[in-house]
């Protein structure tokens, strides 16, 4: 029952970012280009993402287990420490660069071309190199 949840869920989820047009790098590098041709319709899907996300987070304050029985993931630390800022402004740099976040360039693949597939490939490159690039730089400079 549970992967039948999460496969609509995904479903959902890529519709939506297809419909949306976060899987169009240009429609989101015109989000980013506040100085130029902006497009501020995005701004509606990052509401759209942001709302209901708040209000399971209100939700759960009063469950103690989730509809299928599974524990909540715990709440987000609200520190702001290195790692957080770092880690936003690789991000932002790299959604402004490509005009895809993972999301997205997961949901665009089947219709992509090769500077697509060369960004998820880097992008899981990323992911899997993280956990050791960042014992290192721990290892260099503790953290705070």
Known sequence: MRNLFAFAAGGFFGAGLFISGMTDTTKVQGW?????????????????????????WLITRRR?????????PPTPSRKI????????????????????????????LSYGGVGLYVFV?????GMAIAPFVR??????????
Request: proline share 6%.
């Open 121 to 125: 490939a880097a992008m899981i490159t």
């Open 81 to 108: 420490d290195r790692k957080l800022v770092i880690g936003s402004l690789m991000f932002g740099v790299g959604w402004g660069l490509a005009g895809l976040c993972p999301g997205p360039s997961i949901a665009a």
């Open 32 to 56: 980013l280009d506040v100085f130029g041709a902006w497009d501020p319709t995005l701004a509606f899907v990052m509401g759209g993402a942001m709302i209901p996300m708040a209000i399971a």
């Open 135 to 144: 014992t290192r730089l721990e290892k260099i400079v503790p953290a705070e």
């Open 64 to 72: 103690t287990s989730a509809v299928l029985g599974t524990a909540f």
